[in-house]
Nanobody, 131 residues
Framework: QVQLQESGGGLVQAGGSLRLSCAAS????????MGWFRRAPGKEREFVSG???????????DYADSVKGRFTISRDNAKNTVYLQMNSLEPEDTAVYYC?????????????????????WGQGTQVTVSS
């Protein structure tokens, strides 16, 4: 069983930055595919970013078109933590952000962009961007 805990959300003005963190339990974290999703009020949960292992400590990352060039996903395997650096935030980025994880398998040869691709979820952290 993998447990995920997000942190780093908050209130920020448009144009500002936040860094979300997701701390994970588990001894084989480095091989897990990780993802960030968000759910805005009245909307479905949507993919933001993800990364999957393509070799020893080598990862491929992908982003939703709406955040490309503004958000960066990264991980520190020594700390069992994945990050989402969010720059140039816009009011449209306001949502609850969720961290997700899945063990390596045939499902993780590419970055999963559907919530169904992931087995483990955090509780979420609120990000609010004011205009």
């Amino acid at each position: 069983q993998v447990q995920l805990q997000e942190s780093g959300g908050g209130l920020v003005q448009a144009g500002g930055s936040l860094r979300l963190s997701c701390a994970a339990s588990g001894r084989t974290f480095s091989s897990y595919a990780m993802g960030w999703f968000r759910r805005a009020p009245g909307k479905e949960r949507e993919f933001v970013s993800g990364m999957t292992s393509i070799g020893y400590n080598t990862y491929y990352a992908d982003y939703a078109d709406s955040v490309k060039g503004r958000f960066t996903i990264s991980r520190d395997n020594a700390k069992n933590t994945v990050y989402l650096q969010m720059n140039s935030l816009e009011p449209e980025d306001t949502a609850v952000y969720y961290c997700a994880a899945v063990r390596p398998s045939s499902r993780t040869v590419a970055v999963g962009t559907s919530p169904r691709n992931y087995d483990y979820w955090g509780q979420g952290t609120q990000v609010t961007v004011s205009s």
